[in-house]
């Protein structure tokens, strides 16, 4: 089993709706909590960090972590073609030093339809 | 912003021939990352460094080296590449505690 479970998609909706986008993980010391977006062809994007349980909000975009689930969520309103990327949640491991360790999930891909 | 810059995007090596993947971050961050990134698996870390000349394998170090150097320089090498290394390679920097920030990726094909 993968630490990280994250489903690949791909998802496609029209403009203006509202995504979900899920993850959920099996370790219990996971603290840190992030979701990175990459175009295609391009590097990961950090988009959204957060390090404890409840919602963190950044304009359209809502993260939402669930410690007692194992469970993490990113929310798009009002979704955009500009949107339309490969989404990958992330998870701190253990830390060496000052370096964190992450465990991502395969990443989710969608496509936002005009 | 951060810059993180890797030195190739595409790359085309034979089997067997050594690979060198240099990445340089501007910031200033003490740490540095390589993952490769491939469909369905997701990024896996196979080695990083939280100081100059200090490294410490990820998940899948093996056939992989790494050399740091200079802080703002991270290179992984490929000793004797083959078909199975045929991949996205990523780099990515930290500073102390915090986030990661990425490079624009190698995609290197292995013939």
């Known amino acids: 089993q993968k630490e990280v479970e994250q489903d690949p998609g791909p998802l496609s909706v029209p403009e203006g709706a509202i995504v979900s986008l899920n993850c959920t993980y099996s370790?219990?010391?996971?603290?840190?909590f992030m979701w990175y977006r990459q175009y295609s062809r391009k590097g990961p994007e950090l988009l959204m960090y957060t390090y404890s349980s409840g919602n963190k909000e950044d304009g359209r975009f809502t993260a939402q972590v669930d410690k007692s689930s194992k469970y993490i969520s990113l929310f798009i309103r009002d979704s955009q073609p500009s949107d339309s990327a490969t989404y990958l949640c992330?998870?701190?491991?253990?830390?060496?030093?000052?370096?964190?360790?992450?465990?991502f999930g395969s990443g989710t891909q969608l496509t936002v339809l005009p | 912003d951060v810059k993180v810059t890797q030195s190739s995007r595409y790359l085309v090596k034979r089997t067997g021939e050594k690979v060198f993947l240099e990445c340089v971050q501007d910031?200033?961050?003490?740490?540095m990352f390589w993952y490769r990134q491939d469909p369905g698996l997701g990024l896996r870390l196979i080695y990083f460094?939280?100081?100059?000349?200090?490294?410490e394998k990820g998940d899948i170090p093996e056939g992989y080296s790494v050399s740091r150097e200079k802080k703002e320089r991270f290179s992984l090498i490929l000793e004797s590449a083959s078909t199975n290394q045929t991949s996205m390679y990523l780099c990515?920097?930290?500073?102390?505690?915090?986030?990661?920030?990425f490079g624009p990726g190698t995609r290197l094909t292995v013939t």
């Open positions: 910031m200033d961050h003490e740490n």
């Open positions: 992330a998870m701190e491991g253990f830390s060496s030093g000052s370096a964190r360790q992450l465990t």
């Open positions: 990515a920097s930290s500073s102390v505690g915090r986030e990661q920030y």
């Open positions: 460094s939280y100081d100059v000349k200090m490294k």
């Open positions: 370790n219990s010391a996971f603290q840190y």
